[in-house]
């Protein structure tokens, strides 16, 4: 057979030196790639797919998220004092803006100059200019009949129309009886521009601020720290923070996006802050945006099986589905949005929104499976039944059904007596089943009944909403009859037992913050009443706790309960606030030494913890009247309406 072997010979010629081969020359390594098996090809090729695409990621995430300046080794400072600082929370100052990329500064500075703009109309009496029209694709209406139970169809891409430029915010107004501002509320209020500050230079227009790396996440991308603060910015009097986050709302604010929502929370926190924001301002825009929301988020009741919603809708689409981690939606998810919902009927005067969530209402109080009045945490959508062996807790996945019972009869105007019905007796079976009593110091705890059978004393930080709802029960079922103020001082009892608990698992760790979770000792001969698992150890920066001790306060106006958020706060600011600006969620509560700061402010700790705190140092109760306004589980005040 004949072959090309042969041996190749360099000679030099004409007098001079060989060249030595170059190593890497084209010949070379044509001839290694021919030498490689089909196999050693393959990889080869793979591997410079690999690097190619890693370059690609990299290169897009370096420039979609702001620059992170390179010495944070002093960003986090202890502060072993807590101080009140005077801050200047305007982003005019250079060096700072010179940390932002070329379009952030821009854009920041823009917003500036409208919400300048604004405040100057308001404080002006000339007379507006007519606004002027304008071509872009959002905002567009939605027909609520279109989403009547029937077929799934995929909704078309909204065409652009013409709508009009926003027009100047309404005067601002201040709530309340016009008292000054307290020491501890001007505390609290400049936590809030801390938090805010960090978040308008980093994160605007995005959902959570990561307050180290000074970067932010997307969960539902229509900015939640924003939308969560608007009524905490009107509360506190926060006009030019305010009108900065109404000029994002009203220019920018888009909710036709092809993403998948959960029905409760974009409910609680977007239609919530919305709804809330219309009341307490009169802007118009907030109730266009609010039946926008409410029109998006409909398909996932019309379009469910059973008169149980699904847990998640697309906002584009309108397609609405299970969850995608398993078959059954949590009972929360499906029982708190009823506030919601029937306040947009309220605004809009369409009885639709109210009639599909007292749709849903009446089924669970139908459907079989609960406990006298407990219900279990799971329920199918497509059956519209609860699931087997679930467990019963007021913690996670079940905790606000039992506050929406009260608090849909308050919205009522106290009119509809089957919910008041129905949470006293789930505040009765409570009684029976989940409370418990730790050792040695006899604290009281709502615990859990694991398969519905099993007595467990666990106790999330979400049960500490209950004190706050019993105590606000408490005090309008009193003058009722004589049976009803029996149980009222029953119920404010239980109240002042479990908002002590609460506060004990703050004041018992090391920091002076809660754990997510604590369970109780229920053993003679150990010395300590709260136990804290390892994996339990994270402060979330919820506000349950002051939000209990906002109503005790309200409705007792009993100092302690003062005095026991004052400490709060004061751990909040010394072990989770970041210098340079923001707070972020901690890992340890029982090391102050190492907390281990988790990079992320919930939308939730603006938009609720230091709202609730705000008011319970407040001195005004007309702040937020609690004989005019319910919360929902956001903590958006709605208005309570009169019997008509």
Same mark, same amino acid.
């Given at each position: 057979?004949?072959?090309?072997?042969?041996?190749?010979?360099?000679?030099?010629?004409?007098?001079?030196?060989?060249?030595?081969?170059?190593?890497?020359?084209?010949?070379?390594?044509?001839?290694?790639?021919?030498?490689?098996?089909?196999?050693?090809?393959?990889?080869?090729?793979?591997?410079?797919?690999?690097?190619?695409?890693?370059?690609?990621?990299?290169?897009?995430?370096?420039?979609?998220?702001?620059?992170?300046?390179?010495?944070?080794?002093?960003?986090?400072?202890?502060?072993?004092?807590?101080?009140?600082?005077?801050?200047?929370?305007?982003?005019?100052?250079?060096?700072?803006?010179?940390?932002?990329?070329?379009?952030?500064?821009?854009?920041?500075?823009?917003?500036?100059?409208?919400?300048?703009?604004?405040?100057?109309?308001?404080?002006?009496?000339?007379?507006?200019?007519?606004?002027?029209?304008?071509?872009?694709?959002?905002?567009?209406?939605?027909?609520?009949?279109?989403?009547?139970?029937?077929?799934?169809?995929?909704?078309?891409?909204?065409?652009?129309?013409?709508?009009?430029?926003?027009?100047?915010?309404?005067?601002?107004?201040?709530?309340?009886?016009?008292?000054?501002?307290?020491?501890?509320?001007?505390?609290?209020?400049?936590?809030?521009?801390?938090?805010?500050?960090?978040?308008?230079?980093?994160?605007?227009?995005?959902?959570?601020?990561?307050?180290?790396?000074?970067?932010?996440?997307?969960?539902?991308?229509?900015?939640?720290?924003?939308?969560?603060?608007?009524?905490?910015?009107?509360?506190?009097?926060?006009?030019?923070?305010?009108?900065?986050?109404?000029?994002?709302?009203?220019?920018?604010?888009?909710?036709?996006?092809?993403?998948?929502?959960?029905?409760?929370?974009?409910?609680?926190?977007?239609?919530?802050?919305?709804?809330?924001?219309?009341?307490?301002?009169?802007?118009?825009?907030?109730?266009?945006?609010?039946?926008?929301?409410?029109?998006?988020?409909?398909?996932?009741?019309?379009?469910?099986?059973?008169?149980?919603?699904?847990?998640?809708?697309?906002?584009?689409?309108?397609?609405?589905?299970?969850?995608?981690?398993?078959?059954?939606?949590?009972?929360?998810?499906?029982?708190?949005?009823?506030?919601?919902?029937?306040?947009?009927?309220?605004?809009? !005067?369409?009885? $639709?929104? /109210?009639? =599909?969530?007292?749709?849903?209402?009446?089924?669970?109080?139908?459907? +079989?499976?609960?406990? #006298?009045?407990?219900?279990?945490?799971?329920?199918?959508?497509?059956?519209?039944?609860?699931?087997?062996?679930?467990?019963?807790?007021?913690?996670?996945?079940?905790?606000?059904?039992?506050?929406?019972?009260?608090?849909?009869?308050?919205?009522?105007?106290?009119?509809?007596?089957?919910?008041?019905?129905?949470?006293?007796?789930?505040?009765?079976?409570?009684?029976?089943?989940?409370?418990?009593?730790?050792?040695?110091?006899?604290?009281?705890?709502?615990?859990?009944?694991?398969?519905?059978?099993?007595?467990?004393?666990?106790?999330?930080?979400?049960?500490?909403?209950?004190?706050?709802?019993?105590?606000?029960?408490?005090?309008?079922?009193?003058?009722? !009859?004589?049976? $009803?103020? /029996?149980? =009222?001082?029953?119920?404010?009892?239980?109240?002042?037992?479990?908002? +002590?608990?609460?506060? #004990?698992?703050?004041?018992?760790?090391?920091?002076?913050?809660?754990?997510?979770?604590?369970?109780?000792?229920?053993?003679?001969?150990?010395?300590?009443?709260?136990?804290?698992?390892?994996?339990?150890?994270?402060?979330?920066?919820?506000?349950?706790?002051?939000?209990?001790?906002?109503?005790?306060?309200?409705?007792?106006?009993?100092?302690?309960?003062?005095?026991?958020?004052?400490?709060?706060?004061?751990?909040?600011?010394?072990?989770?606030?970041?210098?340079?600006?923001?707070?972020?969620?901690?890992?340890?509560?029982?090391?102050?030494?190492?907390?281990?700061?988790?990079?992320?402010?919930?939308?939730?700790?603006?938009?609720?913890?230091?709202?609730?705190?705000?008011?319970?140092?407040?001195?005004?109760?007309?702040?937020?009247?609690?004989?005019?306004?319910?919360?929902?589980?956001?903590?958006?005040?709605?208005?309570?309406?009169?019997?008509?």
């Amino acid at each position: 057979m004949y072959t090309d072997n042969y041996v190749a010979i360099n000679l030099p010629g004409n007098g001079e030196a060989p060249k030595p081969p170059s190593s890497f020359s084209s010949l070379t390594v044509l001839r290694y790639w021919r030498r490689c098996t089909h196999l050693q090809k393959k990889l080869f090729i793979v591997l410079i797919t690999v690097i190619l695409l890693y370059g690609v990621i990299r290169f897009s995430s370096t420039n979609a998220v702001v620059d992170v300046p390179k010495k944070q080794s002093n960003e986090l400072k202890r502060l072993d004092v807590v101080k009140e600082e005077e801050f200047d929370f305007a982003i005019d100052v250079p060096h700072e803006l010179a940390q932002l990329q070329p379009d952030k500064q821009k854009h920041l500075s823009q917003l500036e100059k409208r919400v300048s703009e604004d405040i100057n109309i308001l404080q002006s009496p000339k007379k507006r200019l007519p606004p002027k029209l304008i071509m872009r694709g959002e905002d567009v209406d939605i027909d609520p009949n279109k989403f009547k139970k029937g077929p799934t169809t995929t909704t078309a891409a909204p065409t652009t129309t013409t709508v009009r430029e926003p027009d100047p915010p309404p005067p601002f107004k201040a709530l309340g009886g016009g008292l000054e501002l307290n020491d501890r509320q001007l505390f609290v209020r400049s936590m809030f521009q801390h938090g805010w500050k960090s978040y308008k230079m980093h994160a605007w227009g995005h959902d959570h601020l990561h307050p180290i790396s000074r970067t932010y996440d997307d969960w539902f991308g229509v900015g939640l720290t924003l939308l969560d603060s608007l009524d905490t910015m009107y509360i506190m009097g926060l006009e030019k923070e305010y009108l900065e986050a109404r000029d994002y709302v009203a220019r920018e604010l888009n909710f036709d996006k092809n993403t998948d929502v959960n029905l409760f929370e974009c409910t609680i926190r977007v239609l919530g802050s919305m709804l809330s924001a219309y009341h307490l301002s009169g802007d118009e825009i907030y109730k266009e945006k609010a039946l926008d929301i409410g029109n998006r988020l409909m398909p996932a009741m019309a379009k469910s099986r059973s008169a149980i919603p699904y847990s998640d809708v697309n906002l584009h689409t309108g397609i609405a589905h299970d969850p995608r981690w398993g078959p059954d939606s949590t009972i929360s998810e499906v029982t708190s949005i009823q506030l919601e919902f029937r306040d947009l009927t309220h605004i809009s !005067d369409d009885h $639709s929104y /109210k009639d =599909a969530v007292d749709r849903i209402s009446a089924h669970v109080a139908k459907t +079989r499976g609960k406990k #006298e009045g407990l219900v279990p945490i799971w329920i199918n959508a497509n059956t519209g039944l609860f699931r087997p062996g679930s467990t019963i807790t007021l913690g996670a996945r079940a905790d606000s059904y039992y506050e929406y019972l009260l608090k849909q009869w308050v919205q009522s105007g106290r009119t509809e007596k089957h919910l008041l019905e129905q949470y006293l007796s789930a505040i009765a079976a409570i009684r029976k089943h989940l409370i418990g009593h730790s050792k040695p110091n006899n604290f009281v705890y709502v615990g859990e009944l694991l398969s519905g059978i099993s007595h467990s004393p666990k106790m999330d930080h979400l049960v500490c909403f209950l004190p706050g709802t019993l105590a606000l029960g408490a005090s309008l079922i009193r003058d009722q !009859d004589e049976a $009803s103020k /029996k149980i =009222a001082d029953e119920h404010m009892q239980l109240a002042s037992d479990l908002v +002590r608990t609460c506060y #004990e698992m703050y004041r018992s760790t090391p920091t002076g913050l809660s754990p997510e979770i604590t369970y109780f000792n229920l053993k003679d001969g150990k010395h300590e009443d709260l136990v804290i698992k390892p994996l339990d150890r994270h402060n979330l920066l919820r506000p349950e706790t002051v939000e209990s001790l906002f109503y005790m306060w309200r409705l007792t106006k009993d100092q302690k309960y003062r005095d026991w958020g004052w400490e709060i706060a004061q751990a909040f600011e010394k072990h989770t606030k970041v210098a340079s600006g923001g707070y972020t969620s901690i890992n340890n509560v029982v090391n102050p030494a190492n907390v281990q700061h988790k990079d992320k402010m919930e939308s939730f700790f603006l938009g609720e913890t230091l709202k609730y705190l705000f008011l319970l140092f407040s001195d005004d109760d007309e702040l937020i009247d609690l004989k005019k306004y319910v919360f929902n589980t956001e903590a958006h005040p709605l208005p309570i309406y009169t019997p008509s």
